[in-house]
């Protein structure tokens, strides 16, 4: 099966300073690989996801970079607001048989952005 | 569009005593999948449906837990009898698709037991 590990488990910075998450995983086989945030009493909601096919998307002040061969994957903030602080959660496909694909996600990253 | 919807938000039982969590997922999605969060850990599968069917439910911890999907629609979850361990933040998620698709979360039933 999948496993996700995911570092640091904590983050705190200064606002506008760049935030950085980095997950491996370690099933060569996947090839799909979300980011999710988690704001406070609230649901994971997608943020950004990247396929295998590419190595780095961005989507405004969020970028995911893929590296396969190592197999990591790593969320970058820049220009952090406090609006960002939340806990994130990177996701790895996990094929579980039958068909069935479920992800598995790492720890969570809870990243606090100090006004 | 609605969301994923997870009924109740939150439930304090006695140890011994039974619960049923409830998802309505988004309206046409097939895939279905329960999650659970122990404090402070990760988000980890409990079990999928794709429409009435478990597709996979090797996540499931025992079979105290009882995950069920009549006519493709809502689920439920009963976990009987409760135990101090199946504390935690239970997420049911939807998905059109079962892989490489974005999946949508409830807002998560808080489950204490006491």
């Known amino acids: 099966g999948e496993n996700v590990e995911q570092h640091p488990s904590t983050l705190s910075v200064q606002e506008g300073d760049s935030a950085v998450i980095k997950c491996t995983y370690s099933?060569?086989?996947?090839?799909?690989f979300p980011w999710y945030k988690q704001e406070l009493g609230k649901r994971p909601q997608l943020i950004i996801d990247?396929?295998?096919?590419?190595g780095e998307k961005k989507d405004q002040r969020i970028a995911v970079t893929l590296n396969k061969t190592a197999k990591h994957f790593s969320l970058h903030i820049t220009e952090t607001q406090p609006e960002d602080s939340a806990v994130y959660f990177c996701?790895?496909?996990?094929?579980?048989?039958?068909?069935?694909?479920?992800?598995?996600f790492g720890k969570g990253t809870k990243l606090s952005v100090i006004p | 569009e609605a969301g994923v919807t997870q009924f109740p938000s939150h439930s304090v039982i006695e140890k011994g005593q039974t619960v049923t969590l409830r998802c309505d997922p988004i309206?046409?999605?097939?895939?279905l999948y329960w999650y659970r969060r122990v404090m402070g850990k990760e988000i980890k599968f409990l079990l999928h449906?794709?429409?009435?069917?478990?597709?996979?439910e090797s996540g499931m911890p025992n079979n105290r837990f009882l995950a069920e999907r009549t006519g493709g629609t809502y689920s439920t979850l009963k976990v009987q009898p409760a135990e101090l361990e199946d504390s935690g933040v239970y997420f049911c998620?939807?998905?059109?698709?079962?892989?490489?698709?974005?999946?949508?979360f409830g807002q998560g039933t808080r489950l204490t037991v006491v």
């Open positions: 998620a939807s998905s059109q698709l079962p892989v490489n698709t974005e999946a949508f």
């Open positions: 099933d060569s086989a996947s090839n799909y």
């Open positions: 990247i396929r295998s096919n590419v």
């Open positions: 996701a790895a496909p996990a094929y579980s048989g039958a068909g069935s694909y479920q992800l598995t």
């Open positions: 309206s046409g999605h097939d895939n």
């Open positions: 449906f794709v429409k009435e069917s478990k597709q996979d």
